[in-house]
Structures are given as C-alpha cells and as structure tokens.
C-alpha cells in the first residue's frame, strides 16, 4: 500500500483544514487506515482511525467533536476534516494502514505540517 497525504498548512486557532491521504497499490477492504500525529519534542499519537469496509470510525478523545475522519471509497482517499483547531493540534500529521488481523501499522504516508497560530 502506497499512501500520499496532503492538505497541511498554516491556519488561525479556531479554523479548518482538511487533509487527504490518496492510498494505491492494493484493495483496502481489510485495512483499518488511522491518522496520527506528531509534535515538536513529543511521541507520536494516534488522531483517528476508520475500517475501510465497514466505515465504523474510533477517534482519540482529545479530537472528538472536532475531526471527523471519512473515505471515499471512489477516489480510495481517507479524509481528516480538522475543526476549531487549537495551537496544541500543530503537528505533523502522517496517515498509516494497518491490516485488520495484525496490530502494526506496516504502511506511513509521508507526513503533513499542519501549524495553528494563536
């Protein structure tokens, strides 16, 4: 699986940005496709998660009622749609697969700078 995300860049606390991650190479019928993130100086977090097949979404609590993760199964792109965003959600973003019976995320997209200005 090949994953290309895109969408970053520089938005005021409170705006919206939403990423793409465009996925190739292989069916994603059994892969969960998840979002993550990283600060400066700090571990990655899991942002965000959605079961290709079925749809069903699993969000982080700190993003909850804020992102809404999202395909489209036409164009095989898996959405980030990023609300009332706050300095504490800069970060670069990366989009990852993960084959449903496994527990490791064996495919990264290359990383998307998302920077909230208070």
């Known amino acids: 699986v090949q994953l290309q995300a895109s969408g970053g860049g520089l938005v005021q606390a409170g705006g919206s940005l939403r990423l793409s991650c465009a996925a190739s190479g292989r069916t994603l019928s059994s892969y969960y496709i998840s979002w993550f993130r990283q600060a400066p100086g700090k571990e990655r977090e899991f942002v965000a998660r959605i079961r290709w097949n079925a749809g069903t979404t699993y969000s982080a609590d700190s993003v909850k009622g804020r992102f809404t993760i999202s395909r489209d199964n036409a164009k095989n792109t898996v959405y980030l749609q990023m609300n009332s965003l706050k300095p504490e959600d800069t970060a670069v973003y990366y989009c990852?697969?993960?084959?449903?019976?496994?527990?490791?995320?064996?495919?990264w997209g290359q990383g998307t700078l998302v920077t909230v200005s208070s």
């Open positions: 990852a697969a993960r084959y449903i019976p496994t527990t490791n995320y064996d495919y």
